[in-house]
Structure formats: structure tokens, C-alpha cells
């Protein structure tokens, strides 16, 4: 993930409050609902099919119950309306949100990872069991499963523009990729390699950890009030620079809070200006470019006498 920031210049209708608090639940309750059937069902064929691979992919689905959870909850105050307290709003509750996403992935990550090593390290690869059929359907269907939570939860996270919906649906993926190693490691033991389904537990481990660390370092960036990148705000100075009156841009500063955008910025304008018509300009560009760069929450603009 990289902390430059996409361009959203089109105008994007925003939403009534009413409905991304559907949208919201609705992810929410598809996300929680598909993982506690798909885990209790993946633990089952793993106790059962003598697959550790398979429990190891069970219990890293059971953490997308919480996940899923805490993404809806990380949203749901996001969306809060600035108050006394917080003049700012609250959209960084969606970075906390992602961070504790983050958190419970390693964690997962690392006690799958080290449930392997241990087994391997051991040697005893003769006694090791063999996965029954049914862990190999539940890999199979847990593949299918997880990865079409992935796009479904991918689609809403971009209406919503949610960095924890974004973090909730790769959480999806990697399961889905888990799966894939679980699917390797049992087809791998039923043909006479037992050892593979303790690989595929560390398989799982590293994909695991690689999300994680994707979802905590964006978390983190856009905890530092970073610059949206050179492209971004190259593209939102030449708009402005287009707009009437406006004689040229002297400073622009952008920084993501959350899933939203502030720009700090300095104008040039004619020095002869009465303060009512120089006030005017600045409140007819604040309000364009709010209206043509959806993501952007506020400006604050200084206007220079033209030299």
C-alpha cells in the first residue's frame, strides 16, 4: 500500500446518512454471518478430516468474526458529526479500527505459523495423520467462500471510500489464500507427504503477515497526517490555478485524516481587491473544489496580494 492518495476529482453525490448505515450493516452482518458458518464448518472438517492445516485455517477465520466486527464498529463512529470535543470529526476512528485489524492478523498469523514450525521441527513425519476427504472439500469451499466476501466487501468499501471496509476485505482475501495453502498441504499428505499440511500452516502464516503489515503501515501513514503525493496535489493546483481570479497557487499543503482529505493552501490575487470581493473568491473556490474532489473534508485558504 503506498501513502500517495488517489485522485477523486469527478463529482461524487454524497450519500444520506441513512443509507451508508445500511450498507454498513449490511457488510457487517454478510461478513460476520458467512465466517462463524464457514469457521464452525472448516474446525469440524479439520477435527474430523485430522487436517492441522485446516484448524489452523479455521481459527484465522474465526478472527475475521472479530475483525469484521471491529471494522463495523471503527465505521459506525467515523461517521459521527464534529463535535465540541472533536471539531475536526472522528474519521480516524476508521485508522484505529484498521490498526486493531492489523494486530489480531499478526497475532493470528504468528500463533499459526509457530503451531507448524513446531510440528515440523518434531520429525516425526511417519506418525503425522492423514486429512480426510472432508478437509479437502471444506479448502475448496472455503476458497470459493472467502474469495467472494473479498469482492463483495471490496465493492461497498469503495461507495463508502472505508479504509476498515478495505481492510475487512483483504482479511477475506488472505483467508481465501490460506485456504489455497490448506488445499496444497491436505492434497499433498493424501498423496504420501504428511509434512505438507504443517508447510501449508506456515504458507498460510507468511500470507497472513503480509496482509498485516500492509493494513498497519496505511493505518499508521494516515495516522501522520501524510501528504496525499505529488501527483494528487499537482492535479488539485492546476484546477484551482484554472479558476477565475485566481493568479497563481504560492502554497499547497495536502494531509490524509482518516479516509478524508485536508488542504492548507496560499492564492495569489489582485492586491486592489476590497476584502468583500477577496472574501468571495476564496468562499467560490472552497466550494468548487469540495464539490470536485470528493474525498476532501476541508480547505483553508490564505489569500497573497498578487506581486
Known amino acids: 500500500m503506498t501513502a500517495n492518495k488517489e485522485i477523486q476529482i ?6 444520506a446518512g441513512s443509507h451508508e448505515n445500511a450498507i454498513i450493516q449490511r457488510i457487517s452482518l454478510v461478513g460476520i454471518a458467512g465466517n462463524v458458518t ?12 485430522r487436517s492441522g492445516a485446516m484448524v489452523s485455517d479455521a481459527v484465522h477465520s474465526f478472527s475475521d468474526v472479530l475483525a469484521t466486527f471491529i471494522a463495523f464498529l471503527g465505521v459506525r463512529l467515523s461517521k459521527k458529526e464534529a463535535d465540541k470535543m472533536h471539531p475536526y ?25 509457530r503451531a507448524g514450525l513446531e510440528t515440523i521441527f518434531a520429525g516425526s513425519y511417519k506418525t503425522l495423520a492423514i486429512p480426510g476427504t472432508i478437509a479437502l472439500a471444506a479448502a475448496i469451499l472455503s476458497i470459493v467462500s472467502k474469495e467472494a466476501m473479498y469482492w463483495y466487501t471490496r465493492h461497498y468499501a469503495k461507495v463508502l471510500n472505508s479504509p476498515a471496509f478495505m481492510a475487512d476485505a483483504w482479511h477475506h482475501r488472505s483467508d481465501a489464500f490460506s485456504s489455497v495453502g490448506s488445499l496444497i498441504g491436505i492434497a499433498g499428505a493424501r498423496l504420501g507427504f504428511p509434512v505438507m499440511d504443517s508447510i501449508a500452516s506456515i504458507v498460510i502464516c507468511l500470507f497472513i503477515l503480509k496482509v498485516s503489515y500492509d493494513i498497519l503501515k496505511d493505518a499508521i501513514v494516515k495516522m501522520l497526517d501524510t501528504s496525499c503525493g505529488e501527483d494528487y496535489e499537482t492535479a ?9 481570479d485566481v493568479i497563481q497557487v504560492d502554497v499547497l499543503h495536502s494531509r490524509m485524516f482518516g479516509n478524508k482529505t485536508y488542504i492548507d493552501m496560499e492564492l495569489q490575487v489582485d492586491g486592489d481587491l476590497s476584502l468583500r470581493e477577496a472574501h468571495a473568491i476564496a468562499e467560490r473556490i472552497h466550494d468548487n473544489v469540495e464539490a470536485h474532489f470528493s474525498d476532501i473534508k476541508h480547505i483553508t485558504i490564505h489569500l497573497n496580494p498578487a506581486v
Not at 469527478?10 to 450519500?15: M, V
Not at 464457514?38 to 479439520?46: E, I, N, Q, T, V
Open 89 to 113: 470529526g472522528h474519521e480516524r476512528f476508521e485508522c484505529v479500527a484498521s490498526l486493531l485489524l492489523g494486530a489480531i492478523l499478526l497475532i493470528t498469523g504468528v500463533g499459526i505459523g
Open 38 to 49: 464457514l469457521s464452525a464448518f472448516k474446525l469440524f472438517a479439520g477435527i474430523a478430516g
Open 236 to 244: 488539485l493546483a492546476a484546477y484551482i490555478s484554472a479558476q477565475e
Open 10 to 15: 469527478e463529482n461524487i453525490p454524497s450519500k
